[in-house]
Each structure stands twice: as C-alpha cells, then as structure tokens.
C-alpha cells in the first residue's frame, strides 16, 4: 500500500535554470490543494544536511514566476554522494516530518533522489537544466530561455564581427551536451557548429572553410563552440595565424544561465511541478516527470537513468548542411 503522505519537501539541486521559480511555486500550491504540507529545503542537498528547512504556503511563492535563478537557492554536495550521506539526510527528513521530496535538477540530481528513495523517503525528479541533456524527457525547465539568451548575443557579436570582417568564435555553455550549441548554430546561421558529441577535432577543416569562405566574398565566419570543446581562445590564436583573418573568442559562460523564464519555461515548470506535487501526494517514489510526445508523464528513476540521449542525425545533418 502506497505510503501515506502529510509533509512533503522541495529543493533545487545542480545548476540553476530560468523556470525553477515557477516549478517550486506549482509544486506548493498544488501540494497544499491537495491537502499536504510543504517545506522548502535551501541549496539543494546541502541545505538538506544542514537542516536549512523552512515552512511553505502559497503566499511565499508569490511574484516569483518571473524571477530567474531559485529562491530556494541550489548547490553541489558531495557528502550527498555518499551512503553516510544519504542515510542522514533521509533521518533529517524523518526527524522534520518530511515523508517525500519533490527534487528540480539534472541527472544528478536525480542520483540523489534515487538514493533517498532506497532510504525510505519518496522522491520525485523534475527535469531542471538548460543543457536539456536528460534522456527520458524531450524537454528540460530552463533550455528554452538560455537558447534565446545565447542567441540574442551571438546575434549581437555577429554585428561587430562583420563590421570588421572577422571571425568570431562563440563559445556558449553545455559541458557535456551539444543542445545549446545545436539550436543557437542553426538559429544563429554559424558556419561552424563545434559539438562535444560529435567534432572530431579537425581544425584544417574549419581552417579552409574560412579561407575559402573569404575567397567567395563572405565577410564573416561564426564558430559557436560548446563549453565542452573548451580552448576557444587558443583555437582563436591558431585560426588567425593559420587564416590570416582576424578572429575573435567571446565566452558567454553564465548569463546563459541567468534572466526571466520565457513563456515556454513558465509554462512547462508550472505543468511538471504540478504533476509532481499530484504524483508524490499519491504516494509514488522513485519517479520523473517528463515530456515525450506532446505528453506529460513520469518515468521510474532507475529507467530515466538508464537512457541515452544523442544528437539527432538529421538534425545535426541539416545544422551542416545549412551552414555552408
Ligand atoms: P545536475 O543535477 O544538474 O546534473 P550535479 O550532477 O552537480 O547536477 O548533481 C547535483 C547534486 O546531486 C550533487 O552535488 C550531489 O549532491 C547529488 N548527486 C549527484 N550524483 C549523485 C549520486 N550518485 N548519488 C547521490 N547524490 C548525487
Ligand atoms: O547548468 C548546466 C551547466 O551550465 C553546464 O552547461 C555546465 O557544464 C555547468 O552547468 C557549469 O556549471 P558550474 O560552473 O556552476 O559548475
């Protein structure tokens, strides 16, 4: 029989994504609907160690759909990572009366509510990163806003780098995930989109592009290079001396991160966060809350984790084709 369910908690976990406001507010104004408690839990799992845990009702998350970032604040734990960890962590919740966790992160974050999950507190994941590397969901809370964030610059950088008939690298944020760099090369026009996924460290190849580019007439070349690749200045220096065009590296690193949710973000938080709150008030652990194919559904943690996510082909044949 599934557990009965009075108290539940909320964190943040990983890196902050744009939209993590609206999915903490959804998740406690729907959890109070349904007659359950809610306490926030600051910085993550951190705070959970911490015991920084405070009491939740639907006033305190008003005016905060817009804001970017968490107010309940996020960071990394290693002690989290450990069984000691964990086994504290899940005596915490017993001793604040905390029968489940609604957790907004990545993967890892994920780990961590599997963990507790095993410790006899329910968990719940929503998918939070605007890397959108999460493999059972085709949509991640924060993806949507950062891409626009890194394209309105890069659309910006272009404008100088073609007033001075540069070149200019782009190097936007994604450590082990391409999607950023993906959506902003198509959407930016890039004549070279560098993927952690896929490039082949073939540097001549973006060399004679650019001289051959130039030769036909065309006054700009954009590298967006994902933070994974790394070595965006140095591949700049080496571009220029092998090119003999003047090149550029602009690292757009956190403010990608940062801003107001788009609709998009706002909307897809408040709908998992609510499903989230449904599904924990329930009594069900140990679950995901994704998209796939228009839908909303949840997926067991164990299962989520065990996917893989690639680079379409297609799409990532059309981002090259189109660039050239
Ligand atoms: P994200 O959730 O964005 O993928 P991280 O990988 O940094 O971000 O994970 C966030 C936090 O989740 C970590 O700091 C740690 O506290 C917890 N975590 C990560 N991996 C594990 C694991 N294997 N077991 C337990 N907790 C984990
Ligand atoms: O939030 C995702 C992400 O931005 C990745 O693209 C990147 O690898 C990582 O977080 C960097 O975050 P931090 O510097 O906070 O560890």
Redesign the pocket.
């Known amino acids: 029989m599934a557990k009965e369910i009075k108290t539940i908690g909320v964190l943040t976990?990983?890196?902050d994504a744009p939209g993590m406001n609206a999915a903490i507010r959804a998740v406690v104004r729907k959890a109070i609907s349904n007659g359950v408690n809610v306490k926030g839990i600051k910085k993550?799992?951190?705070g959970l160690l911490n015991e920084e845990i405070i009491d939740m009702q639907k006033k305190d998350v008003s005016d905060t759909i817009q804001r970017g970032g968490t107010i309940l604040g996020t960071?990394?734990?290693?002690?989290?990572?450990?069984e000691e960890?964990?086994a504290k962590g899940a005596e915490i919740c017993r001793k604040h009366g905390i029968d489940g966790i609604v957790v907004i992160?990545?993967?890892?974050?994920?780990?961590?509510?599997?963990?507790l999950s095993k410790q006899g507190i329910n968990t719940i994941g929503i998918p939070?990163?605007i890397?959108l590397d999460i493999a059972c969901t085709d949509y991640t809370i924060g993806f949507d806003t950062a891409i626009n964030t890194a394209m309105q610059a890069i659309d910006r950088v272009r404008d100088t780098s073609s007033s001075h008939e540069r070149c200019s690298i782009i190097e936007v944020m994604g450590r082990n995930a391409g999607y950023i760099a993906l959506w902003c090369g198509v959407a930016n026009g890039a004549e070279d989109i560098l993927l952690p996924e896929k490039y082949d460290y073939n540097e001549q190849e973006i060399i004679n592009s650019i001289i051959n580019n130039r030769k036909h007439g065309k006054t700009h070349h954009i590298i967006i290079n994902a933070e994974g690749i790394g070595h965006s200045t140095s591949m700049a220096r080496r571009i220029e001396a092998a090119t003999g065009v003047e090149t550029r590296a602009t690292i757009l690193g956190y403010m990608q991160r940062g801003g107001n949710p788009t609709c998009k973000d706002r909307f897809y938080a408040s709908i998992m966060g609510a499903y989230a709150a449904d599904i924990i008030c329930q009594g069900k652990t140990n679950r995901v809350v994704a998209h796939q194919a228009g839908q909303f559904v949840d997926y067991d943690i164990d299962e989520a984790l065990a996917m893989k996510k690639e680079i379409d082909e297609y799409e990532y044949s059309v981002s090259r084709l189109l660039s050239r």
Not at 105 to 115: I, L, N, P, T, V
């Open positions: 976990s990983g890196g993550g799992y951190q960071a990394r734990c290693m002690e989290f990572v450990t960890g964990q992160g990545g993967d890892g974050s994920y780990r961590g509510a599997q963990a939070g990163t890397d």
